[in-house]
Nanobody, 124 residues
Framework: QVQLVESGGGLVQAGGSLRLSCAASGRTFSSYAMGWFRQAPGKERESVAA????????YYRDSVKGRFTISRDNAKNTVYLQMNSLKPEDTAVYYCTASANYGSIWYSDGVDYWGKGTLVTVSS
């Protein structure tokens, strides 16, 4: 069982930065691929970024490439999402996810564990 708790959301002006953190419980954190999804008001949930268990590979959706960076610290059981050059369209609830299969974490039905989410609001 893995429990995920996100933090770091808030209100920021366009062009600003935020860093989201996700603290995971459980001794097997390092064996899971980790990711971030987001859901904007009135829109479907979408994957944003993913990282392998070792941190050796990452993947991003096109709209955030070059602006967002996912990373992890297995010693601290924590995954991060550094978000720079934020835009109003990045406004959403951001969810931390974990999956035993990196190939599946990009898809909602491939996620094994979800956090409760943290709200990011980007004002124009």
């Amino acid at each position: 069982q893995v429990q995920l708790v996100e933090s770091g959301g808030g209100l920021v002006q366009a062009g600003g930065s935020l860093r989201l953190s996700c603290a995971a419980s459980g001794r097997t954190f390092s064996s899971y691929a980790m990711g971030w999804f987001r859901q904007a008001p009135g829109k479907e949930r979408e994957s944003v970024a993913a990282i392998t268990w070792s941190g050796g590979s990452t993947y991003y959706r096109d709209s955030v490439k070059g602006r967002f960076t996912i990373s992890r610290d297995n010693a601290k059981n924590t995954v991060y999402l550094q978000m720079n050059s934020l835009k109003p369209e990045d406004t959403a609830v951001y969810y931390c996810t974990a999956s035993a299969n990196y190939g599946s974490i990009w898809y909602s039905d491939g996620v094994d564990y979800w956090g409760k989410g943290t709200l990011v609001t980007v004002s124009s």
